[in-house]
Antibody
């Protein structure tokens, strides 16, 4: 059974960098059939896709965040990571990592439990 | 970006009711649409992909239909565990986008 687990600080100061890691277990992050995404959800609000990384290192970011986002992968550790720079209170959210599968159609079939990151001084 | 608009945003219903949620896309997305269920404090759970394909393990009372710009999620007979928020999501292009959500509450 595939499992994803987010980890990282729950509190980040304004203007600093938010850093999270997603550890994948029960499956290989190096499989050609999957993309690995970050998605966030501000408290009480809807879902926003941040971006994805492929095991080869290919990335695609949401244009709304592109100037501040970096997603990287460490295949040796079966992990991928998110960095979001220059954070403000608007970046306070639950951050989820998720696996996007491809089998003719795409879908997010496995998600981490989510981790709340609060931006506050 | 492809915009997804769900209706209604809030829905009040009773156990045993049949309910339908609609998702409209700002441009055609073929059948590249998925539906998720989210309960408080949990990650979204995949219900349906490819507009109408039921994910393994999801009860058959859930069904999806549509293509192009209009899609529906139907729950044939509401169970207590179905009261949650539902999101549609498109996979036709980037960035991936979600509908704003439909909160299904107990009447």
């Amino acid at each position: 059974q595939v499992q994803l687990q987010e980890s990282g600080p729950g509190l980040v100061r304004p203007s600093q960098t938010l850093s999270l890691t997603c550890t994948v277990s029960g499956g290989s992050i190096s499989s050609a059939d999957y993309y690995w995404s970050w998605i966030r959800q501000p408290p009480g609000k809807g879902l926003e896709w941040i971006g994805y990384i492929y095991y080869s290192g290919t990335t695609y970011y949401n244009p709304s965040l592109k100037s501040r986002v970096t997603i990287s992968v460490d295949t040796s550790k079966n992990q991928f990571s998110l960095k979001l720079t220059s954070v403000t209170a608007a970046d306070t959210a639950v951050y989820f990592c998720a696996r996007e599968s491809w089998s003719g159609y795409f879908y997010f079939d496995y998600w981490g439990q989510g981790t709340l990151v609060t931006v506050s001084s | 970006d492809i915009q997804l608009t769900q209706s209604p945003s809030f829905l009040s219903a009773s156990v045993g009711d049949r309910v339908t949620i609609t998702c409209r896309a700002s441009q055609g997305i073929s059948s590249y649409l998925a539906w998720y269920q989210q309960t408080p404090g949990k990650a979204p759970k995949l219900l349906i992909y490819a507009a109408s394909t039921l994910q393994s393990g999801v009860p058959s009372r859930f069904s999806g239909s549509g293509s192009g710009t209009e899609f529906t999620l139907t729950i044939s007979s509401l169970q207590p565990e179905d009261f949650a928020t539902y999101y549609c999501q498109q996979f036709n292009g980037y960035p991936r986008t979600f509908g704003q959500g439909t909160k299904l509450e107990i009447k």
